[in-house]
């Protein structure tokens, strides 16, 4: 689904990224009447992971979390979240409120007083995708909402967020990787040089060398795509490592299949009717949103050489 819809409309694939990361672990940890507002479409959810302070390193929540009755105080300066206007509640991250572990997560209801959205999303790309920064100064929320037990944010960042959210990121990617192969194509086919008795651009062979890139790179990223999926399902030894380097690998091969879809559609792909600049634009969040590509690097690198991720 989400693969399909990013064919079309990157924002709107996100906004579904998030919600379903959300709602995985709502899904495990929360409560019947909110899975099942979930599950009739009444409730949009979100992760408010990234904070100002330690940023992609999304594991390690500074915000604080304080018991107080049956109530617990929140205070955190997040970087991004998704959805931050329009989510019903957000999933979100902090320190535990005793004890040694790294984190907790809470299902906090986006009315909740003492928080604010700060700004509306005005950067490259998704321009519908309504991140923004949200910040949290004594938001009281009840201790039942708790996501989980007290610190183990970690351990479900891990084990349920992080596989959802890869796999459903790298469905994004493909999807625009789909779209510009498509739209390359489609142009390559039309563009007509008056001055050389009407031969299409697809007449070239650099443009078709440059077309048979851009598909052999969507057909690799698909096929480690579906691969990992298959591990997840079928709970492979090497799932974990799948779930590492697909959302790497397609976020870097949508990279550089939108590059190439830019430079075959030259001149015309700088018009918005073509429809590859949105594109080009779009694909860039997945390779910054945590975890990095470049952090993906060192852990597939420490997990192939045998060193602890962390
Ligand atoms: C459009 C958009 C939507 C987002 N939505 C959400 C959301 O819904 N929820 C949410 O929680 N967050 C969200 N984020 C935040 C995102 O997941 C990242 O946390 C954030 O974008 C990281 O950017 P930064 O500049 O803060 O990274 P920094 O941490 O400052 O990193 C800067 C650079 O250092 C590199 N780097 C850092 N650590 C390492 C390392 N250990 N090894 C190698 N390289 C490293 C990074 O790869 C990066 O290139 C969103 C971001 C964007 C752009």
């Not at 899904?27 to 949009?44: F, I, M, N, T």
């Not at 031969?199 to 579906?226: C, F, G, K, V």
């Not at 299949?257 to 860039?284: I, S, Y």
Request: net charge neutral; hydrophobic share 45%.
């Amino acid at each position: 689904m989400i693969e399909r819809l990013a064919r079309e409309c990157g924002s709107s694939a996100m906004v579904m990224t998030m919600h379903y990361c959300g709602t995985a672990v709502i899904e495990k940890h929360g409560s019947e009447a909110v899975r099942r507002a979930v599950a009739s479409g009444k409730h949009l959810s979100t992760l408010a992971f990234s904070e100002s302070g330690s940023r992609s390193h999304f594991w390690a929540p500074l915000g604080t979390a304080r018991a107080d009755g049956a109530h617990v105080v929140l205070d955190a300066s997040k970087s991004w979240i998704t959805s931050a206007h329009h989510a019903d509640a957000y999933v979100w991250s902090s320190r535990p409120t005793a004890g040694s572990g790294v984190s907790s997560l809470w299902l906090v209801e986006r009315s909740t007083a003492g928080l604010s959205v700060s700004g509306g999303f005005d950067g490259i790309g998704l321009r519908g995708n309504d991140s923004a920064p949200v910040k949290a100064v004594g938001a009281r929320i009840p201790a039942a909402n708790r996501l989980g037990g007290d610190g183990e944010g970690f351990g479900i960042m891990m084990g349920t967020v992080l596989p959802t959210f890869s796999v459903l990121i790298s469905a994004g990617s493909v999807g625009m990787m789909e779209a510009a192969v498509e739209r390359t194509i489609e142009h390559a086919g039309g563009m007509k040089y008056a001055h050389l008795s009407g031969s299409a651009l697809h007449e070239l062979p650099t443009i078709r060398a440059y077309i048979a890139r851009m598909r052999i790179q969507t057909d690799m990223a698909r096929a480690l795509w579906n691969d990992a999926i298959t591990a997840l399902e079928s709970g492979r030894a090497d799932a974990m490592l799948r779930v590492l380097e697909v959302k790497a690998a397609t976020a870097e091969s949508a990279r550089e299949v939108l590059d190439t879809a830019m430079r075959v559609c030259a001149g015309q792909a700088f018009r918005k009717d073509v429809g590859v600049e949105r594109r080009f634009r779009d694909t860039r969040a997945a390779l910054i949103m945590a975890p990095t590509s470049d952090q993906l690097y060192d852990f597939i690198g420490k997990a192939v050489c045998g060193l602890p991720l962390f």
